[in-house]
């Protein structure tokens, strides 16, 4: 009967919240008989109008959320959809929020934000309540207060359970620091069991728990881990599943929760083998190495990392760049899978690598990787120069960019001319540089190179030179080779190409785009038909790959959306290589081939940069410009640029030194219009002159006649000392005739006598 709902005098009279405890009473019988749910109810169109069942209007926010709840329950959305929008402007505070969450629960919030009819005044409420609760997480009294009540009744221990879950990661520091002091093993198993019902939220700070010299907090993590993780999780616990150096406990614990993740039951570890667990830790290194494994960014582009202060025996957590925070991981299972197999070649290139690409990442790049003990520079050098140059290869064949750029900056204090040469049948990586797409590789592995001083002439010299022209015109114009069978197919592809802003050659065949790649050696992408024919697609790769000129060169299939069984092997082994299917505009091409072209290349080159290479290059040139070392490489492909860069001031002495080094008609040419500049400073013409005069002794004269008469009036009207007799020194160079001789020694001032 409704009567027996009207609550006793005595219940209304109590001196905590009588209203509320009335209407709660009443509420609970009300919504026994009411025959429909909020749900069902259709809202109010003026839920001012609407006549509360209240005694009194609530004006507090404890208050306010009492009546919202009251009305959900009460099948009285309109007034439930009030009360919360004066909650919101009552603004409560954290203290506010929380206590309305101890009262009701965290699963109220989520109810109410599930409501249309009081969105978004419930969603607010609810992250509101989410942020406070994040904010006093950290507050160690009122986490050790839901922990002791973990030891009470079933229902104490259930709500203890969920307020320490809403928490998340932020109750585990608390939780840990705890299980480490607790001495009787009945309470460790409370607060393991506590752990395990938190959820998948704290398995990153579990893992840094690993880190922890403590076994007991090792063996504690590994149980917990075992029982919330996946197999993605697992990765990170195979080296203290087989690692002989563990305590037993920890193994033990290790073994089964490996067990758990990867088998599907604990009672397998005995099946584990440590050649799987060597397979899997360099597995989960090479992921993170190729880009993979970063966490769930904020919006400024940083992930929390967690780590165990085994200082302080606290377990810590920050902001991190999450590449950063990948490469450290991945460099961690590198190194376990390195000490359970120490003298692995491939392993010791592997965290070479990891630890390289970290600290170039860390560093700008107009600054030179660090050095000094403790450093990823002094570690690879101690490493030697074979370890580095399979990092670099392995960069290379994996589009690494960041990766290769740092191996060839430590290959700079290690290679010899014998890393020019391929050995075992496989191309030499230093060269094979000269071709990856990445402006940064090449002009690093030039000038690699070129320190190596070689003696005679080897496999892809002359790229050497075009990649220092190409720094000095400052311009990196990518190329491209597009091939197909059916010209106006591959003639739309080639110009959408063209589009995107590549200087594109059409082939009609797999052999002739093969030749142009490899023959141009500034090719940066071939883009090939699917049904390429004269030599088919896996031929033509084949041949791409299997040279050390076109080896590193990006390959693009252009195909219908059907995708052939065979590119998808194809694609799956090798990582420089992607399937677009056949676009119908620009947008179409750059939305499949611009994220796969990006992954293989660093961040492009500043201004700043730009202008450093010049210098570099200018000076490289100078070196190669030297005697025997022009006879194995040839300068010319550098001419137009050094012409260039002798109007830059900072360039031009080098600049000019060595243009005169290259034996063509045009290289003289050029040094005699810069002898006859006038803008340029006069230091710069005299030494031009100067050159120029060499250059027509060595090579002969190769001026025009229209030209040698423009030095000859420049001769007679310079008014610059210097620069008048280096021009003096080109008009005897000459070869005059002998009335010119008589004349000019007839006209030379004779000083008087003294």
Not at 200 to 207: A, F, K, T, Y
Not at 545 to 556: F, K, N, V
Request: aromatic share 4%; glycine share 8%.
């Amino acid at each position: 009967m409704v009567s027996d709902c009207i609550p006793r005098s005595s219940e209304i009279d109590r001196p905590s919240r009588p209203t509320t405890r009335a209407l709660f009473l009443l509420a609970s019988c009300v919504a026994s008989w009411l025959p429909t749910s909020v749900e069902a109810q259709p809202a109010a169109s003026s839920p001012a109008s609407a006549t509360s069942p209240l005694l009194s209007e609530p004006t507090t926010a404890d208050a306010l959320f009492d009546a919202v709840v009251l009305m959900v329950d009460l099948a009285r959305p309109e007034l439930a959809r009030l009360y919360m929008q004066n909650l919101l402007s009552v603004n409560p505070d954290d203290v506010a929020l929380l206590a309305m969450r101890d009262k009701h629960g965290p699963s109220v919030f989520l109810r109410l934000a599930n409501l249309e009819v009081l969105q978004p005044g419930s969603v607010t409420l609810l992250s509101r309540m989410n942020s406070a609760f994040a904010r006093f997480a950290g507050d160690t009294t009122r986490i050790d207060g839901l922990i002791g009540e973990l030891s009470g009744s079933p229902s104490v221990r259930g709500a203890a359970i969920l307020q320490l879950r809403s928490g998340g990661a932020l109750v585990v520091p608390r939780l840990i620091e705890t299980i480490g002091d607790v001495k009787d093993e009945a309470t460790r198993e409370l607060l393991v069991y506590t752990l395990t019902r938190l959820g998948s939220d704290v398995v990153p700070p579990l893992l840094a728990v690993l880190e922890s010299r403590d076994a007991n907090l090792r063996t504690t993590a590994l149980e917990v881990l075992g029982r919330i993780g996946t197999r993605l999780t697992a990765v990170q616990l195979w080296h203290f599943a087989v690692d002989s150096g563990q305590p037993p406990g920890v193994r033990v614990a290790a073994a089964e929760a490996v067990s758990r993740l990867t088998l599907g039951t604990g009672r397998r570890a005995s099946d584990l083998s440590r050649s799987t667990a060597l397979r899997t830790l360099e597995q989960g290194a090479r992921v993170r190495l190729a880009g993979g494994g970063r966490g769930v960014a904020n919006k400024d582009g940083l992930v929390t990392v967690w780590n165990f202060d085994n200082t302080a025996n606290l377990l810590q957590s920050a902001l991190a760049d999450g590449d950063d925070v990948a490469l450290h991981v991945g460099s961690r299972l590198a190194q376990q899978a390195l000490s359970l197999s120490p003298e692995n070649h491939r392993l010791q290139a592997l965290v070479v690598s990891l630890v390289l690409t970290r600290s170039r990442m860390r560093t700008p790049w107009a600054e030179s990787l660090p050095r000094g003990d403790g450093t990823a520079f002094d570690a690879a050098l101690l490493a030697g120069g074979a370890v580095v140059s399979e990092s670099l290869r392995n960069a290379l064949a994996n589009g690494l960019a960041t990766t290769a750029v740092a191996a060839l900056e430590v290959m700079r204090s290690l290679a010899n001319r014998h890393d020019l040469h391929g050995r075992g049948g496989r191309s030499a990586p230093l060269t094979a540089a000269l071709n990856y797409p990445d402006p940064r590789v090449q002009f690093t592995a030039a000038m690699v190179i070129v320190e190596t001083d070689p003696t005679s002439s080897f496999r892809g010299a002359s790229r050497v030179v075009q990649v220092l022209a190409r720094a000095l015109e400052s311009t990196d114009i990518p190329r491209a080779v597009v091939s197909g069978p059916k010209p106006e197919r591959v003639s739309a592809v080639a110009g959408l190409v063209s589009q995107s802003g590549y200087e594109t050659r059409i082939t009609s065949s797999g052999r002739d785009a093969f030749r142009v790649a490899a023959e141009r050696g500034d090719v940066q992408l071939v883009v090939l038909d699917a049904n390429v024919i004269r030599w088919s697609l896996s031929e033509t790769v084949a041949n791409l790959r299997g040279d050390a000129r076109t080896a590193w060169i990006p390959i693009a299939v252009v195909g219908d959306a059907m995708r052939i069984a065979a590119v998808e092997r194809m694609i799956v082994r090798d990582p420089l290589m992607v399937y677009i299917q056949r676009p119908a505009n620009v947008k179409g091409l750059r939305d499949q081939l611009d994220p796969f072209l990006r992954g293989l290349a660093t961040e492009p080159l500043s201004a700043n940069e730009r202008g450093e290479l010049q210098r570099a290059a200018v000076d490289l040139l100078v070196y190669l410009a030297d005697g025997r070392r022009s006879n194995v490489f040839d300068l010319r492909p550098a001419e137009s640029g050094l012409h260039s860069a002798i109007q830059v001031p900072e360039l031009s002495d080098g600049a000019v030194y060595s243009l005169a080094a290259i034996a063509t008609k045009t290289a003289q040419d050029r040094l005699s219009t810069t002898s006859l500049q006038p803008d340029l400073a006069a230091g710069t013409r005299e030494r031009a002159a100067a050159l120029l005069a060499f250059h027509i002794q060595k090579h002969g004269v190769l001026l025009s006649k229209a030209r040698v008469e423009q030095l000859r009036v420049g001769h007679s009207e310079e008014k610059s000392p210097g620069v008048r007799s280096s021009l003096a020194a080109v008009l005897g160079a000459l070869v005059p005739s002998a009335s010119r001789i008589g004349r000019n020694l007839r006209g030379i001032p004779l000083p008087v006598p003294r």
